[in-house]
């Protein structure tokens, strides 16, 4: 019996399952979870960052937030990370020790949270209380000694979770039914009284619920001060100043009141629920918070938002002398029109200095793009399990070369700006670009429509799935997305060649598009503009929504089905990560109706489109198709075995 008895103190690592009931679609859950990772870090990274540069910004208010945003990147990512290993590479397994280090972190953030949600309503109260005295109150020394209660407060309130699961015996199973590792979830795999752990746990909640009712006190004291200011106007300024941390309080207190009300007496609610009811506790407020002080407060979005408007005045600038020394041009000319033999191409509006940094990040791309997409094809054409409709035939192999190609077409002009500093291109080589950038993108989108009726037919009529997608019907579909992508580009060529040019031959863009060379013409465009909107609306809007259909139908089918793990798998076989080619087309959106913003946010927008979604297409298809995932590791642990 000694040896049991010793090793119930020193238990073997626990099994995270990740969300119960819906280990089928892991890998699809994984991708907004790794969205909202990374608006965690950038979103509070700027906001630190311009706090930190920003002497204006050098306010208690501001050094509150810089306290959030740093309680919020440590509360995500000793979560996130160990979620994402569960959801994509099924690494459950998690050691004691690493177990109550991350509930330690996850608690104690938990408990900076809320006092310095509390400080900050604190700030907001006298701010608007007593607005005199404001900096006199809040000198850095009481905010020195503010942090430094929340940081003791909260060490007091959980290091002794920690030895209190010390204490404790294990000697049952040791699965937790969660993403990451809690107290309570640790507690209730021990095999003694957990009584004192249950009471010490609803005495921190006590302090955290009191940090909301003292949250609630200062409101209502700070409604009292505002209603007896003398007016409208000013009533409604200091009610401005209080809109972002009423929003971040929602943020952070919502979630968690949810997932206590299903805990309490939810017992009907599935268990995934109140899983995912606690993850978005921990993942959803971090993303959040940054955003909301983003938009609402005045000199973080100026600060940020700043070299954008600086650069537009240089482009302006810029552009403005481009126009007078055509004007001069012509004018000494006496020439009516004139047309461009070449064009200039733009790296990094208003920062040419700048195009040499670009030079590894565009390496980088195009390597990826090109041994990503080898992989896929290479894996297809050696594995004979893959020899099906969305694989062989055409579908999942074209997209891949379309990628390929897609990136290509943009090569040659990359390479001149970034690398050797080689703007211009000639017009024939301009439109030549254009043809296959438009081309490509459009047989992109068909194929994108394929997939998605390759799907549907796969899910709705399994047993027929072979007879209906047969090779020749491949093949005509492979006809069909070529001929109707070169009858839709086609006409652009000879629109552009009609146009006479005689303004600035600068380019926005780093490559050619139509809607950007036609704007450089001195005569009318409508003609441009309308067809332009005519195949957007009836190439790539038509496409959207027949996708969209699509999955309609196929939510439809998989409803119908009988058994939930059927149903886990039929999703699970679906395309909807590759439809991100389509998310990218705000950039239309941002084109058509945002003239009013820098060039660099165009130029982001479009590079997004034709650099990262080649490399991130390959990327989805590894992680989400069993065969490919499993031959990639097979190719990399056969190399290793020979090191």
């Known amino acids: 019996m000694s040896t049991p008895d010793s090793t119930q103190f020193r238990p073997s690592p626990f099994l995270l399952l990740g969300i119960p009931g819906l280990e089928g679609v892991h890998i699809l859950i994984g991708f907004p979870f790794f969205f909202l990772y990374l608006v965690t870090l950038l979103g509070n990274a700027a906001v630190m960052f311009v706090i930190q540069t920003e002497h204006s910004l050098h306010e208690p208010m501001y050094y509150f937030l810089a306290m959030l945003d740093s309680i919020d990147l440590g509360l995500s990512t000793a979560t996130i990370p160990k979620m994402l ?53 809040l000198t850095s020394k009481i905010i020195s000694i503010i942090a430094g209660i929340a940081v003791l407060r909260s060490l007091c309130m959980v290091a002794p979770l920690v030895f209190l699961l010390l204490r404790l015996p294990f000697c049952g199973h040791h699965i937790i039914p969660h993403t990451y590792c809690e107290h309570m979830g640790i507690a209730r795999l021990a095999c003694a009284s957990i009584k004192v752990n249950i009471m010490f746990g609803l005495g921190a909640m006590s302090i955290l619920l009191l940090d909301v009712l003292l949250i609630i006190l200062s409101y209502v004291k700070i409604l009292y001060a505002v209603f007896h200011l003398p007016s409208w106007e000013s009533r409604l300024k200091a009610l401005n100043t209080c809109g972002s941390h009423i929003g971040v309080i929602l943020a952070f207190f919502t979630p968690a009141f949810f997932s206590f009300l299903t805990h309490r007496f939810g017992h009907n609610v599935p268990q995934y629920v ?51 020394a055509s ?35 565009l390496g980088l791309f195009y390597t990826l793009t090109l041994l990503e997409n080898g992989i896929i094809l290479a894996v297809i054409k050696v594995d004979e399990s893959l020899h099906e409709p969305m694989y062989q035939s055409e579908l999942l192999p074209i997209l891949a070369l379309t990628d390929v190609s897609l990136s290509m077409s943009t090569l040659p002009s990359m390479l001149s700006i970034f690398w050797f500093n080689a703007p211009e291109i000639s017009f024939d080589a301009c439109i030549t670009q254009m043809f296959f950038i438009h081309g490509f993108g459009g047989v992109e989108s068909e194929v994108l429509v394929s997939m998605a009726f390759d799907r549907f037919v796969a899910i709705h009529d399994p047993l027929r799935y072979a007879s209906i997608l047969t090779h020749g019907t491949i093949g005509k579909i492979r006809i069909a997305v070529l001929t109707r992508a070169v009858c839709v580009v086609f006409p652009v060529p000879f629109l552009i060649k009609r146009l006479p040019f005689c303004r600035s031959n600068i380019l926005s863009q780093s490559y050619c598009l139509h809607q950007d060379a036609m704007r450089l013409a001195c005569t009318s465009t409508h003609i441009n503009g309308l067809y332009g909107l005519i195949i957007v609306i009836f190439t790539l809007g038509l496409d959207a ?8 139908l196929i939510l439809k089918t998989v409803v119908g089905i009988a058994y939930r793990a059927e149903r886990l798998e039929a999703l699970n076989t679906s395309h909807i990560c590759a439809v991100l080619f389509y998310v990218p087309l705000i950039g239309i ?30 990327v989805v298809y590894s992680v989400k198709t069993k065969q490919i995932r499993r031959w990639i590791i097979h190719v990399f642990q056969r190399r290793k075995n020979r090191t």
Request: charged content about 10%; overall charge neutral.
């Open 327 to 361: 004007e001069n041009t012509m004018m000494n000319s006496n020439a009516s029109h004139a047309n461009y033999h070449s064009f200039i191409l733009t790296g990094i509006p208003g920062m040419p200095e700048q195009n040499p940094s670009m030079v590894f990040p």
């Open 85 to 137: 290993g569960i959801f994509w590479f099924s690494l459950r397994d998690i050691s004691f020790e690493s177990c109550l280090s991350q509930m330690f972190f996850i608690h104690f953030f938990t408990a900076m949270e809320s006092i310095v949600l509390l400080a900050m309503a604190f700030d907001r109260y006298v701010a608007i209380y007593k607005p005199l005295q404001y900096t006199m109150i």
């Open 545 to 552: 929504l027949l996708i969209l259909f699509s999955y309609v």
């Open 589 to 618: 959106m941002i084109h058509r109706f945002g003239k009013h913003l820098s060039p660099v946010v165009h130029m982001l927008m479009a590079n997004v489109y034709l650099l990262l979604l080649p490399v991130l297409n390959p």
């Open 274 to 324: 109140h899983i995912l009811l606690a993850n978005l506790y921990v993942v959803v407020p971090p993303a959040l918070n940054p955003i909301i002080y983003g938009v609402r407060i005045k000199q973080i979005r100026e600060r940020v938002l700043r070299i954008f408007f600086l650069l537009k005045d240089a482009e302006i600038i810029m552009v403005n002398q481009d126009i007078g």
